[in-house]
């Protein structure tokens, strides 16, 4: 009881004309300023920051790779000899390898491909003669395939031992293309002689026939002349 009211109060403090009124504590200030928002809600929530939203994360592009080409030009190329770069060019033009054929199908593909480039062989002489005639050339039509002129000879009969076979001599006379000599020549050709009319010494013509044995193409006509 003594001391207190010995100790004046801080309000009834005298305070000297020169002196200088000392600042409250920040203490203070701050503990006030904390019971003024609580007593006005408010006010403190418009004093407080509104925290800043984060930046979303960019994504990260991985870089792309280059191209198995620009890696292989990169790499140094080993210098090859020119045995091995023919080599290499023949490979690249080697066909690929084919399945197995039969004969039959190695034949049809021949024919096709025999059909073909004889096509291809007619319609360039067609280009060619409407390139030299100035002008659009039907193609000549193809001629019909038939039986031509057999050959007719005549000789002399040889020998007409073996049956319905007479041996014919035919004499060939010439001019010879460089010395211009008479030149003569013979040769003997079998013929077939059905009835066995021809002998030895007779003029007889014969026609070239079928094959009529190992040795007989040719077939007998007529006897023109009999031997005497």
Known sequence: MTEE?????????????????????PVDEETDAS???????????????????EPEPEPVTEPEAEPATAAADAEPVA???????????RAAKAAPARAAMTVEERVAER???RARKAAERRRARVRARAKRGGGAVEPTPPVSVGRGRPKLRQGVVVSDKPNKTIVVRIDVTRR??????????STTLHAHDERNE???GDKVSIVESRPLSRTKRWRLVEVLEKAR
């Open 111 to 113: 024919a096709e491909v």
């Open 176 to 185: 010879h293309q460089r010395y211009e000599k008479i030149v003569r020549s």
């Open 198 to 200: 021809a002998g030895a």
């Open 5 to 25: 009211s010995s100790t004046p109060p801080e309000d009834e403090t005298p305070v000297a004309p020169g002196d200088e009124v000392a600042s409250p504590d």
């Open 35 to 53: 019971s003024v928002a609580q007593n006005d809600p408010d006010d403190a929530s418009s004093s407080e920051a509104e925290p800043e939203p």
């Open 79 to 89: 210098a090859l000899t020119p045995k091995q770069r023919r080599a290499a060019a």
